[in-house]
């Protein structure tokens, strides 16, 4: 009976906090539906330059048509949440993502010349960012409403690590699928994972934010611009240009830059992933950078692989907080009815963070070097912490 009632108040909105963490099921689907994004990372530029005979331009292209579908759709993303509920939100967007795989899953499987084939991945490629847009957006936003906002920046810890583990288990999955079996197998992958987020989503309490007066995106995109560009500056560095890098320099294990990074960003989620709720997000954001610039600026300067190896564990455990950190405050600057909105604006700025990055650091590579890339990570973070530092003193 009595959990009946608490179900029954979630609903009606007169709860707002019921759990010590985000709703499982809203996590457990998070991961299974961003499955569908790391499934083909690895395998659509293979397909798409070695069978179909396409140069590395185009490949370019047609992976970052979605970034492009994303960062479009960030708006009606927010908006749809903020109206009908972070759950109805999730729920279009794995519908037209498991759509994006079947369209990937007809690319693979006809026989239509290779200018038609490529139409139909392109096709593709935009609703999986359409998709993407409102499904990260709506589980984000229904994952901070199962908890209320004050535990937001814990709430968002929890949705990061759900999205970096699925990342990191379907870009290999996807690409073994491929090697082994065939894309059409890995394509059945990319539909069936968000099916099973929906069937996990559907089952799951649809916690919804508190109504009221709502403000038009612009307007919120003008309230969180100073958190967003923060972020932006945080999603430069990272380890781009990891394997080039390391084979300039003859040194082995590249791949495990990713592993090192992963490493330090989960153990801070999980062990400290309160502190932006209990110290204040920018606090929390300027030391989560600075530790993100130290581990940058390990890399540029690393004489060995273990030095390299531990630059990315560090930037790992900077970045993991900035995020939540940031978001939480993201979220103190616009009405309780905005949070989708917010989000969405929110999480657009990491979108073009990541589109821009690899062109960039491209370009600074080759002027410069490999170690000036990440040069250029410690500077924009250390950017991102004066930013944080100087919005936190405006705040006091």
């Given at each position: 009976m009595?959990?009946?009632?608490?179900k029954?108040?979630?609903?009606?909105?007169?709860?707002?906090?019921?759990l010590?963490?985000?709703?499982?099921?809203?996590?457990?689907?998070?991961?299974?539906?961003?499955?569908?994004?790391?499934?083909?990372?690895?395998?659509?530029?293979?397909?798409?330059?070695?069978?179909?005979?396409?140069?590395?331009?185009?490949?370019?292209?047609?992976?970052?048509?979605?970034?492009?579908?994303?960062?479009?759709?960030?708006?009606?993303?927010?908006?749809i949440?903020?109206?009908?509920?972070?759950?109805?939100?999730?729920?279009q967007?794995?519908?037209?993502?498991?759509?994006?795989?079947?369209?990937?899953?007809?690319?693979?499987?006809?026989?239509?010349?290779?200018?038609?084939?490529?139409?139909?991945?392109?096709?593709?490629?935009?609703?999986?960012?359409?998709?993407?847009?409102?499904f990260?957006?709506?589980?984000?936003?229904?994952?901070?409403?199962?908890?209320?906002?004050?535990?937001?920046?814990?709430?968002?810890?929890?949705?990061?690590?759900?999205?970096?583990?699925?990342?990191?288990?379907?870009?290999?999955?996807?690409?073994?699928?491929?090697?082994?079996?065939?894309?059409?197998?890995?394509?059945?992958?990319?539909?069936?994972?968000?099916?099973?987020?929906?069937?996990?989503?559907?089952?799951?309490?649809?916690?919804?934010?508190?109504?009221?007066?709502?403000?038009?995106?612009?307007?919120?995109?003008?309230?969180?611009?100073?958190?967003?560009?923060?972020l932006?500056?945080?999603?430069?560095?990272?380890?781009?240009?990891?394997?080039?890098?390391?084979?300039?320099?003859?040194?082995?294990?590249?791949?495990?830059?990713?592993?090192?990074?992963?490493?330090?960003?989960?153990?801070?989620?999980?062990?400290?992933g309160h502190?932006?709720?209990?110290?204040?997000?920018y606090?929390?954001?300027?030391?989560?950078?600075?530790?993100?610039?130290?581990?940058?600026a390990?890399?540029?300067?690393?004489?060995?692989?273990?030095?390299?190896?531990?630059?990315?564990?560090?930037?790992?455990?900077?970045?993991?907080?900035?995020?939540?950190?940031?978001?939480v405050?993201?979220?103190?600057?616009?009405?309780?009815?905005?949070?989708?909105?917010?989000?969405?604006?929110f999480?657009?700025?990491?979108?073009?963070?990541?589109?821009?990055?690899?062109?960039v650091?491209?370009?600074?590579?080759?002027?410069?070097s490999?170690?000036?890339?990440?040069?250029?990570?410690?500077?924009?973070a250390?950017?991102?912490?004066?930013?944080?530092?100087?919005?936190?003193?405006?705040?006091?």
């Amino acid at each position: 009976m009595e959990a009946h009632v608490i179900k029954r108040l979630a609903e009606d909105n007169t709860l707002p906090v019921l759990l010590p963490r985000p709703a499982t099921g809203v996590i457990a689907a998070l991961f299974f539906g961003y499955l569908a994004v790391g499934l083909p990372l690895p395998v659509i530029p293979l397909f798409i330059h070695g069978h179909l005979g396409f140069s590395n331009v185009v490949v370019g292209l047609v992976i970052g048509i979605q970034f492009l579908a994303t960062v479009l759709t960030r708006g009606y993303a927010g908006r749809i949440t903020d109206q009908k509920g972070g759950k109805r939100s999730a729920l279009q967007g794995a519908i037209l993502s498991a759509l994006a795989g079947g369209l990937y899953l007809v690319a693979s499987a006809t026989d239509l010349s290779p200018t038609a084939t490529l139409c139909i991945v392109i096709a593709g490629r935009l609703m999986a960012g359409f998709g993407e847009s409102q499904f990260v957006t709506g589980c984000v936003s229904w994952a901070i409403a199962s908890v209320g906002p004050q535990r937001a920046g814990m709430s968002m810890s929890w949705t990061g690590i759900a999205m970096f583990a699925a990342l990191s288990i379907g870009a290999p999955v996807g690409m073994a699928f491929y090697q082994h079996y065939s894309l059409a197998t890995a394509m059945i992958a990319c539909i069936a994972s968000p099916l099973l987020a929906t069937l996990i989503a559907l089952g799951t309490t649809s916690y919804r934010s508190p109504g009221g007066p709502r403000l038009p995106f612009h307007r919120v995109v003008g309230r969180i611009w100073r958190e967003g560009l923060g972020l932006m500056l945080q999603g430069v560095g990272l380890t781009a240009f990891a394997s080039l890098y390391f084979a300039a320099h003859h040194w082995q294990n590249a791949g495990l830059v990713m592993t090192a990074f992963g490493l330090g960003f989960i153990f801070v989620r999980l062990a400290f992933g309160h502190l932006p709720d209990r110290l204040g997000g920018y606090r929390v954001a300027v030391w989560s950078l600075v530790v993100e610039a130290l581990g940058q600026a390990m890399l540029w300067l690393g004489s060995n692989e273990g030095v390299a190896l531990a630059g990315a564990l560090v930037t790992g455990l900077g970045c993991a907080l900035v995020f939540p950190a940031l978001g939480v405050e993201a979220l103190r600057r616009v009405p309780q009815a905005n949070r989708g909105s917010a989000m969405g604006a929110f999480v657009a700025f990491l979108d073009v963070a990541y589109g821009i990055a690899g062109p960039v650091a491209g370009l600074i590579a080759g002027q410069f070097s490999y170690a000036a890339v990440y040069l250029s990570g410690a500077v924009c973070a250390l950017l991102g912490a004066l930013i944080a530092s100087a919005s936190r003193m405006q705040q006091s």
